[in-house]
């Protein structure tokens, strides 16, 4: 699909809720089907992403009812997943695929995991390694870097495993596999990254320990079924944020945000870098949740880099686009995991706003932005990547003239509702 989009002329208003958060609507999938007995899901987040991890669990043989944001399921419990009749397909969903190596690590059956362009680029050695080691058969193109994938269990013996990237997607992986291990099972991570995996974990009854950085369970613990509610997407939310921030004349309140302290860097950014964001009615539960006021305000270049790019990596997209329009220099560095995102996020940011007239340079492991820069409207391209395609309909907004972006449907891996959300924000 292709959107053609333009400036609009007065601020954006209103009161807004965002969908469910991707990262725990997948885990809630995972650890349900896992599960002994019924789970249910509220505010679930249908997204192209968690839809493909709620296919794949209705493969290995988990009764799974979804309707829009709530969903029903009959856990299997920790070994009573069955062999599927297919290849698993995750779509473009790098958390489905590697959560999911964890959670098959220790089958008896067979299992072949794919998924699409993208994800056949992404690495999968990083997962593939430790499980090995920790004793499960798992293969893949060139020697197990890439998917498509092969599975075939084995009997798993705990391990400590320090890792060199914070990635959250790695540590699940081996947590969910150490649940099938002898002993206990540590993953020492090099920065905190986002813990939605320890809190659930805890939540479905499994004893699960943290110290620093250093996060331990034992293996052969029962998960028992619950009842999870999904707050709403920080990683959403960020792209209304910054646009309240940068369009003259808004303020905009979005209601019932996840505000877990791993993914809030997005905030403390933008804060540092002068805008008026306020926080109002938190509260704490498994995952603390409030609402977000923000108001257009003037920015101020700033430094990003070190043990804050993993609490806000995915929104590196939309804090460059709100560093064009801040005064003096950004520099965003330390975050060469943005070369293996759904796209090589540091070369599709760094040309796509040059093309719209920004000042930004790409650098080894970021991106360096000179502002404040007017955006120009001209043709542009998301390269499917559902996170470059919200940040440019923001930039839209911004520019002179008319934008047209190509392949935009990605937006719908996770927030299905954006253009509309909007446009219903922009008064239209
Ligand atoms: O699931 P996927 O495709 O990897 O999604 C992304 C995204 O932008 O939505 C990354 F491209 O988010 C990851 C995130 O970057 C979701 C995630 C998780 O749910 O555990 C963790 C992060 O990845 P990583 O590699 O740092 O663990």
Not at 272 to 293: F, H, L, T, V
Request: charged share 20%.
């Amino acid at each position: 699909m292709t959107v053609h989009l333009r400036k609009v002329n007065k601020g954006l208003k209103g009161q807004i809720t965002v969908p469910g958060d991707k990262s725990i609507s997948h885990r809630a999938i995972i650890l349900g089907s896992i599960a002994l007995g019924k789970t249910t899901i509220a505010g679930f987040l249908p997204g192209n992403d968690c839809l493909s991890t709620i296919e794949c669990f209705k493969n290995l043989g988990v009764d799974i009812k979804q309707h829009n944001d709530f969903v029903e399921i009959n856990g299997k419990g920790i070994t009573g997943l069955t062999e599927p009749n297919c290849i698993l397909n995750v779509g473009n969903s790098g958390t489905t695929i590697r959560l999911l190596m964890g959670v098959l690590s220790h089958t008896n059956f067979y299992t072949s995991l794919t998924g699409d362009e993208s994800i056949c680029k992404r690495p999968m050695d990083r997962v593939v390694h430790p499980l090995k080691q920790m004793g499960t058969n798992i293969d893949g193109r060139v020697h197990g870097r890439y998917a498509p994938l092969s599975i075939r269990g084995g009997d798993l013996k705990g391990q400590i495993h320090r890792l060199n990237v914070a990635s959250a997607q790695v540590k699940s992986a081996i947590l969910l596999a150490g649940l099938f291990a002898t002993g206990g099972t540590t993953v020492v991570e090099p920065y905190q990254s986002r813990d939605h995996t320890e809190r659930m974990l805890k939540k479905f009854g499994v004893k699960i320990n943290r110290d620093g950085l250093r996060i331990s369970l034992l293996g052969n613990q029962k998960l028992i079924g619950t009842n999870i509610i999904v707050p709403g997407d920080i990683s959403s939310a960020a792209f209304l944020i910054v646009a309240a921030t940068i369009i003259p004349n808004s303020k905009i309140i979005i209601k019932n945000v996840g505000l877990n302290p791993t993914r809030t860097g997005v905030i403390d950014v933008l804060k540092q870098m002068g805008a008026n964001i306020k926080i109002m009615n938190y509260r704490e539960a498994e995952e603390p949740y409030g609402d977000i006021i923000v108001t257009a305000s003037s920015l101020s270049g700033t430094t990003i880099s070190g043990d804050l790019i993993p609490k806000l990596i995915d929104e590196i997209p939309i804090i460059a686009l709100a560093a064009t329009q801040a005064k003096g220099k950004t520099i965003i560095k330390d975050a060469e995991e943005l070369k293996v995102k759904e796209s090589n996020r540091i070369d599709t940011v760094v040309k796509q706003l040059k093309q719209m007239g920004a000042h930004i340079t790409a650098i080894e492991d970021g991106m360096i932005i000179n502002g404040k820069t007017n955006l120009i409207g001209t043709d542009v391209d998301c390269y499917k990547d559902h996170r470059i395609g919200m940040m440019l309909s923001v930039a839209a907004l911004l520019s002179e003239g008319d934008t047209t972006i190509k392949n935009s449907d990605c937006i719908n891996i996770s927030y299905p509702n954006f253009l509309k959300d909007l446009a219903f924000l922009s008064g239209k």
